[in-house]
């Protein structure tokens, strides 16, 4: 399937995705503090994969909603997740901004998880770029 077909039509499960595809989210956890889905978003934020990401409690309900695939996306950010292969050639743009927005707050983590999330950002910068 070309990369066209993928970004007009988004699956519904991680299983029609692929577990070993990359995923990126942003570093930035804009829901609200107080909520269950704030303490989820934490967990598998920093994931690099769509199995890693499921087994951190990232959710099929997540897909739509974080993508921005549903036409809404999150309230305030819109895009908060991107997905190798899917919703990059639409949300180009935000895809760069929270690349460039994740290289800063990376240098807080700790560094085996540094190095995973920037070797990450490099592979999504290249898709970006390509399309």
């Known amino acids: ?6 970004n007009k039509k988004f699956p519904t499960s991680f299983t029609l995705i692929g577990p070993d595809k990359a995923i990126l989210f942003s570093l930035i956890n804009p829901k609200k503090i107080s ?3 704030h303490s989820i978003f934490e967990h598998y934020k920093t994931t690099t994969t769509i199995k890693e990401a499921e087994s951190r409690g990232f959710r099929p309900q997540d897909l739509n909603y974080e993508t ?3 036409g809404k996306g999150f309230k305030r950010w819109g895009v908060l997740t991107f997905i190798e292969g899917y919703n990059i050639k639409a949300n180009k743009e935000k895809l760069l901004y929270i690349i460039k927005q994740n290289r800063e707050l990376v240098k807080d ?3 085996a998880i540094h190095s995973k999330i920037v070797a990450n950002l490099d592979h999504f910068e290249k898709l970006a770029k390509a399309v």
Do not use: E, F, V
């Open 68 to 70: 921005g695939t549903n």
């Open 35 to 37: 909520g269950n889905a």
């Open 109 to 111: 983590l700790p560094k």
């Open 1 to 6: 399937m070309s990369q066209d077909n993928k």
